[in-house]
């Protein structure tokens, strides 16, 4: 009786603690690393992990969002009035483009008006992970 008893608490103990580790795993594994499972690492190329931590390091934050895409960049000379450009030659990039919610938000005054910036866009370069911030949301304080 004592054995069935001491086998029960043990088995007991063990789903306890197996229930408590899934339950910490899913809590506080990276969000990112389910955003990236679309997509297989390429030899030759910057993978999503990599990207996010690139971008992390410099725009540390919340990652709500990510997709490899092709951008185009221009590039060109402005001729002094202005008002044409010389020379624009666009290039387009293959990059992954991750949304990223700042911890610490950017903040500017704008005809003495305060804006914030809390959700950025963020493209990596996937051939050689050139960081770029493509778009910011500004929002006014209120």
Do not use: H
Not at 15 to 21: E, F
Not at 55 to 62: F, I, Q, V
Not at 92 to 105: M, S
């Amino acid at each position: 009786m004592k054995k069935k008893i001491s086998i029960i608490l043990i088995v007991i103990l063990i789903l306890m603690g197996l229930i408590s580790g899934f339950i910490y795993w899913l809590k506080y594994q990276k969000p990112e690393k389910g955003l990236c499972a679309k997509f297989p690492k390429i030899k030759g190329e910057i993978s999503c992990q990599e990207a996010i931590d690139l971008a992390l390091e410099k725009y540390p934050g919340e990652i709500y969002e990510i997709d490899k895409t092709k951008l185009s960049f221009f590039f060109g000379e402005i001729i002094k009035n202005g008002k044409e450009i010389k020379d624009l030659k666009e290039v387009k990039k293959d990059v992954w483009l991750i949304g990223i919610r700042l911890k610490e938000p950017f903040e500017i005054i704008e005809q003495d008006l305060k804006k914030f910036g809390q959700d950025i866009k963020v493209s990596v370069d996937v051939k050689n992970g050139d960081l770029r911030i493509d778009e910011i949301n500004w929002k006014p304080y209120e």
